[in-house]
């Protein structure tokens, strides 16, 4: 039974670990238990820009109302660093625990009268239990989720599943980890009360929902998408998503007949080759990506100008990281929004789509193809490190198999047979989208040279004003199709019922959707409004102008998703007021209702003043 | 103002074996300046693209920026043509080729694009092995934005500003060479002779093949002091032997003087002839290829012909073997798991 002060299913457990020590999959082996009991949880990654040997920190989230941001407060600290314990000690809650590793005796200054100690001998009881080096290392993370086990009420038999499916093919190793669980499990039994007074219950919360990182989904939607070419310079946090695309693809693409590769995977001497490969396969009708973050993206820049110009389709993914410059490369942030929005000299802008869950990533990339062929354009996916590094509780990705691949206006041997003369910029159908064609196509029709200089509607050089002036509002033309083929927003209310509204986009959508309830809770409406792409459509701009307050929720220091709104569509400065969250750490609800709250108790004061 | 060649055919011109007369293999009019090495050479590809009985459609053209990147437009109309940005010809070369092995793809490039901006690209699709053609028009300068060195301007030649260059200059085909090209060649715009059937070889090579032309610039590098001028070439030239690329086994018995000649079988079958004007000269040997190439560099020579081959290149899409058909002509069918996959992997997941 359930005592009073008793939480089920909501609190925060943070692993303090060292970089390279194994406790990646002993933590996972943890969330996933939690997960595979119906629980929702969110684990996040916070680790350093290092291989080996600096601190690393692993959060999870159990939320049984299946809140899947980050939330402050840590409930439970297990330590397995000794580096960073004195901090990780402060860290914990009032009432909060500690747990540690206590075959060395705490120093005083280690102690706080406020907080719970549960030392657990994990070094001693490996070296008792183990004689290879390597594996004491190992089985200390592994001991420690058995005593989590115990403490937070987690099924034995689920993480014992979990092993036996992990080591598939190796089960030797399968009986030396379930000893090290239950060494674990043991000790708090003879030594601890148990459970805890926050622990997790059995639900059936998750139903047919999965666990995946975005980048993954990223690499698997490329793959659903039917790319064939990619090319990518290594870079964190979005190096995965080629790993994921290689892995998918050698185990979907490989012809069974010949053994050669329906694909083509080239690391890059860097990513403006990279980018440059892309645009040369689009150019030549394949359908090819690059993913990179945001050094990247400044590198690409003049080539994503060129794309924009010639009118070739370009799939770009951008997991964003923490800037400016090489800035915390290991810490999330939405802070590539005006370099990618806006990438190149001159007049250019470029289609940017916003995933929020690891699906969408997957879709994103679907959608992606479709847009950049049906667009002949560059399409950034935005995605970040917290979306692409962390596994997400996700629905499960869905593929409709009568979707067909949008190939946009190409023209055949056939087309062009029909044809008198072929203007590859002629703009035929008014919506700014012109003919283009493929090398090889047709012995005498359909060759156009390709270029990022003016040209006129037959891609013939000019300087004429009229002829460049003339290609320029056709591609605004063509801008303002996209408004109309881009996916369309969230709107989370049928008729507005407030004033204020909330905007966000990407991975704040949690801690935004949590706010919104305890609003709600707290008997505060507002209206919301989730973006999932650039240019804005009529939608966005409905929103805005029928409230008098937005705030617009970004992970961000300038402000820039506001800055593109008022660009774009503009709307009047002090109508939008900014949440931002820029240290590098997944944003909160809490941080979201405070931000809101001081600005509506303001605004709230200084209508009342001038009544 | 647009450029576009006037189009009239000369009744009594040639048509080669696909029914083409040279003139199909033109391009828009030139806006180089008069007398410009570029010209020529685009000239000779055009040659090369007619004796070989190229598809024109077939092929793909590509370059960078400069006055020698926009050669592609004077040549082959009939082609897609790809002018890129500064440098970066190599890689757009390199997704094009991933995306359709089944074309020609031909590069043309200056010094400026390949060995400044653009060297670590140029480096780069060696190393891969990249299936193509890839020109240098080599002027020493850079004739686009009016005549500044460029890292091919030899050390102590004059600018036309009268400036000397202080700088060691980079020498493309020794590096190349070095870097494991598998077809080298050296060669200057005003030998059509030599040029053209060096250019039919190189398109007819399996791998990365590379020709380094010396193309005067007429406007900024033809001064006294140059070592890119017409006169200091022609003064300079040295040649390695007397090339004929002999297309598919069709014995051609051409004689150059009276040097020795050698036949090299290049992968298809194709024969190219070399006459042997140098006593050691072996164009399948790295090593003594080096360093010829370094001893003329030496004597102020420029060496020219074939400087190096190896018929039993390996393209990128051998080392990554890929499939021999297409990538891009394959369907959502070949290519998308569909949704019965998508379930398993979800379960996966769970
Ligand atoms: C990024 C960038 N930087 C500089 C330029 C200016 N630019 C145009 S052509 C050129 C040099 C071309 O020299 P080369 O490749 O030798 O060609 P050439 O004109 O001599 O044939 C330069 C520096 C440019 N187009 N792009
Ligand atoms: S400036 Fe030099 S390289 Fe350029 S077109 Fe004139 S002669 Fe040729
Ligand atoms: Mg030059």
Redesign the interface.
């Known amino acids: 039974m359930a005592g009073k002060t008793d939480k089920i299913n909501d609190f925060v457990v943070r692993f303090a670990n060292v970089n390279g020590t194994g406790s990646a999959s002993a933590n996972f082996l943890f969330t996933k238990a939690i ?2 009991m119906g629980v929702p949880v969110t684990p996040k990654n916070i680790f350093p820009s290092n291989i080996q040997g600096l601190p690393t920190w692993y959060e999870v989230r159990v939320s049984e109302k299946g809140y899947l941001g980050r939330r402050e407060g840590i409930d439970l600290l297990v330590s397995v660093n000794p580096q960073s314990m004195l901090n990780d000690i402060k860290s914990v809650r009032t009432g909060g625990y500690f747990l540690y590793d206590s075959s060395k005796k705490l120093h005083a200054e280690y102690i706080r009268e406020d907080i719970n100690y549960i030392g657990v001998p994990l070094m001693q009881m490996c070296n008792e239990a183990y004689t290879d080096a390597r594996q004491r290392q190992l089985f200390k993370n592994i001991i420690y989720v058995g005593a989590l086990a115990t403490l937070l009420d987690i099924e034995f038999n689920v993480l014992e599943d979990l092993l036996s499916e992990q080591f598939k093919g190796k089960e030797k190793l399968i009986p030396a980890n379930v000893k090290a669980l239950k060494l674990g499990v043991d000790y708090i039994h003879a030594n601890y009360k148990y459970p805890l007074e926050f622990r997790v219950e059995r639900r059936d919360l998750l139903k ?5 990182e975005g980048n993954s989904a990223c690499g ?1 939607g490329a ?4 790319a ?2 990619a ?1 990518w310079y290594p870079i964190t946090p979005s190096t995965s998503v080629v790993e994921a695309f290689m892995d ?1 693809s050698a185990e ?2 490989v ?1 069974k007949i ?9 690391q ?3 990513e ?15 359908r ?1 990506f690059t993913a990179t973050s945001g050094p990247g993206v400044s590198l690409m820049n ?2 994503l100008g ?1 794309a924009y110009f010639a009118e070739i389709p370009t799939v770009l993914v951008d997991v964003q990281r923490t800037g400016p410059s090489t800035g915390m490369p290991t810490r999330t942030q939405q802070s590539d929004i005006m370099e990618a929005a806006y990438a190149s000299h001159g007049d250019t802008k470029h289609v940017l789509l916003f995933p929020s869950t690891p699906k969408e990533c997957f879709e994103s990339m679907l959608d992606a193809f479709d847009l950049a062929e049906g667009l002949q354009t560059p399409v950034i996916v935005m995605t970040d490190l917290d979306l692409g590094m962390n596994d997400h509780v996700s629905p ?6 009568s979707r ?2 949008k190939r946009g206006k190409v023209l055949d041997a056939a087309a062009l047979e029909k044809i008198e003369k072929f203007g590859r910029y002629l703009d035929i159908d008014k919506d700014g989208i012109t003919y283009r ?8 029709k359909g ?7 003016s040209r ?1 509607e037959y891609a ?5 004003s009229a002829a460049y002036q003339h290609n320029m509002d056709r591609l605004i033309r063509k801008w303002d199709t996209a408004k109309n083929m881009v996916p369309a927003p969230q709107v989370y209310q049928k008729k507005n019922e407030s004033k204020n509204g909330i905007l966000f986009f990407g991975t704040s959508q949690y801690a935004a959707e949590e706010a919104m309830d305890i609003l709600k809770e707290e008997k505060i409406v507002v209206d919301a409004i989730r973006l999932k792409s650039f240019p804005f459509n009529k939608d966005v701009e409905y929103f805005i102008n029928s409230h008098d307050t937005v705030f617009v929720i970004e992970q961000n220091r300038d402000a820039q998703m506001k800055s593109l709104l008022m660009i774009e569509l503009g709307v009047d400065p002090k109508k939008l007021i900014s949440v931002l969250n820029y240290d590098g750490m997944p944003i909160t609800a809490d941080n979201i209702l405070n931000q809101v709250k001081v600005n509506l108790r303001s605004s709230s004061k200084s209508l009342m003043s001038k009544n | 103002m647009t450029y576009v060649r006037p189009k009239f055919r000369h009744p009594e011109l040639q048509k080669n074996k696909l029914g083409y007369t040279v003139d199909y293999y033109e391009g828009a009019l030139s806006t180089l300046c008069a007398g410009c090495g570029h010209d020529s050479i685009s000239a000779g590809i055009i040659q090369a693209a007619y004796e070989m009985n190229i598809e024109p459609h077939k092929l793909a053209k590509l370059s960078g920026i400069g006055c020698s990147s926009k050669t592609p437009a004077y040549f082959l109309s009939n082609s897609h043509g790809f002018n890129s940005v500064h440098g970066r010809m190599p890689s757009v070369a390199t997704g094009a080729n991933l995306a359709n092995r089944d074309l020609t793809y031909f590069g043309v490039s200056g010094d400026g694009d390949t060995a400044s901006i653009g060297m670590g690209q140029f480096v780069h699709v060696i190393r891969r092995s990249l299936n193509m053609t890839y020109i240098v028009m080599n002027n020493g300068c850079y004739g686009l934005t009016k005549g500044q060195d460029s890292a091919t301007a030899d050390q102590g030649s004059k600018n036309k500003g009268g400036n000397v260059n202080l700088f060691e200059s980079i020498d493309l085909a020794s590096l190349a060479i070095e870097l494991g090209a598998t077809f080298v060649a050296q060669s200057f715009s005003g030998d059509k002779a030599q040029l053209v059937p060096l250019i039919k070889a190189a398109m007819n090579h399996p791998g990365f093949a590379f020709i380094n032309v010396i193309s005067p610039c007429v406007t900024f590098n033809n001064n006294v002091g140059s070592t890119k001028s017409y006169d200091y070439v022609r003064e300079h030239i040295g040649a390695t032997a007397t090339v004929d690329f002999v297309p598919e086994m069709q014995e051609i018995s051409i004689e150059y003087g009276k040097g020795t000649h050698k036949n090299v079988t290049m992968h298809d079958g194709s024969v190219i002839q070399l006459h042997k004007l140098a006593e050691d000269w072996n164009p399948l040997d790295r090593q003594s290829a080096m360093n010829a190439v370094i001893n003329a560099k030496a004597k102020n020579e420029i060496l020219t012909g074939l400087l190096y081959v190896n018929p039993d290149a390996h393209d990128l899409h051998d080392i990554i073997k890929t499939s021999d058909r297409p990538l891009n002509t394959l369907t959502k069918e070949e290519l998308c798991p569909g949704s019965e996959m998508l379930n398993e992997i979800n379960a996966d997941l769970r």
């Open positions: 997960f595979r047919d929902k999965i666990m995946i698997l793959v659903y998408a039917g064939t070419v090319a998918y979907f693409r012809d010949t053994g050669k590769n329906n694909f083509a995977i080239v890059a001497e860097d403006l080759s990279a980018i440059g490969m892309v645009i040369g396969a689009s150019w030549n009708g394949a090819s003049e080539f060129l499960p990705l869905t593929f409709d198999d067909e691949y064609t493929l090398p090889g196509t047709h012995p005498s060759s156009f040279f390709t270029r990022g200089t006129d013939t050089y000019t300087e004429d």
